[in-house]
């Protein structure tokens, strides 16, 4: 059974960074797209920041300017980082990767179970 374990989160001052990171776990052949997505009480899920294999990046426009995001191809990691952090950026934080899995390297959507960040005072 291939998981995603996400590490990261916990309760942040306002105005402070954040670093989340994700790996998979279990029996996969490679990984495609990587990245995080959000949601906020009384919101949808939305994305934060998504990655290629290849390094190409998609923001979301609520984080833009303010986030970064990055892999580790060798290690099947991938950290975000976020600055400045506001009370809006309170909620849950879900890694998502889309992995290839044996024996014929099928794309199999993954998503982590989720990891709160709670923006304080």
């Known amino acids: 059974q291939v998981q995603l374990v996400e590490s990261g989160g916990g309760v942040v001052q306002a105005g402070e960074s954040l670093r989340l990171s994700c790996v998979p776990s279990?029996?996969?052949?490679?990984?495609?797209?990587m990245g995080w997505y959000r949601q906020r009480p009384g919101g949808r899920r939305e994305l934060v920041a998504r990655?290629?294999?290849?390094?190409?990046?998609s923001i979301g426009d609520s984080v833009k300017d303010r986030v970064t995001i990055s892999r580790d191809n060798a290690k099947n990691t991938v950290d975000l980082r976020m600055t400045s952090l506001q009370f809006e950026d309170t909620g849950v934080y879900y890694c998502?990767?889309?992995?290839?899995?044996?024996?014929?390297?099928?794309?199999?959507?993954?998503w982590g179970p989720g990891t709160q960040v709670t923006v304080s005072s």
């Open positions: 279990g029996t996969f052949v490679s990984v495609d797209d």
């Open positions: 998502y990767a889309d992995l290839r899995i044996p024996p014929r390297g099928e794309t199999l959507p993954k």
């Open positions: 990655i290629t294999d290849g390094g190409r990046t």
